[in-house]
């Protein structure tokens, strides 16, 4: 198993994570005139929830040992799909329900700003052009209901700034 520092992740998730950059195409035929700058499009975030949540857990266990109590969090499994064979069917028999959150870090936290105490903190992650379902909804509205912060994140920095106020700490 590959172990990195804390710089040193961070200096590879300045590489890895840069959104990529393309110049716009010119008209065929005609070549981009020298004096002008060319215009650059910048693509979207183009990871998978897999992806950001991998980098995500990553980052949580680097500040594993500057905040302990970040070792309680944890994952939870879902068969979506590309789940393999008898996969979905196995985790269902053992209680898996439709809408659970990714990640929980099941702690009590007092929120300055009027939130509150609450119970506990989930998140749920999604690619830049994923959607909630029906039963996600559901589910994250009854832990809203029920003093749980619930959030849904694009990006795992986003996600380790949520986690690092939640515990109140400075990120």
């Known amino acids: ?22 110049p716009r195409k010119t008209r ?12 650059l499009t910048v693509l979207r975030d183009l990871r998978s929830e897999h992806q950001i949540q991998a980098a995500f857990v990553q980052r949580i266990k680097l500040l594993e040992r500057r905040y302990p109590i970040l070792r309680l969090g944890f994952a939870i499994p879902n068969a979506g799909a590309g ?38 903190l989930w998140i749920e992650f999604k690619s830049a052009k994923g959607q909630l379902s029906a039963a996600q909804i559901e589910f994250m509205g009854m832990l809203g209901i029920n003093a749980h912060q619930v959030y849904v ?19």
């Not at 028999?93 to 506990?120: K, Q, Y």
């Not at 994140?153 to 990120?171: F, K, M, N, Q, S």
């Open 153 to 171: 994140c694009r990006d795992d920095a986003e996600a380790e700034r949520i986690v690092l106020d939640y515990i109140g700490a400075a990120p």
């Open 1 to 22: 198993m590959l172990r990195l520092t804390e710089e040193q992740f961070s200096a590879h998730q300045k590489r890895v994570a840069k959104p990529a950059i393309i």
């Open 83 to 120: 789940a393999q064979s008898g996969q979905a069917g196995k985790l269902k028999a053992e209680g898996v329900r439709p809408g659970v959150p990714d990640w929980c870090l099941p702690i009590t936290s007092v929120h300055s700003g009027g939130r509150g105490h609450t119970f506990g």
């Open 28 to 39: 065929p035929g005609k070549p981009a005139t020298p004096k002008k700058a060319r215009k």
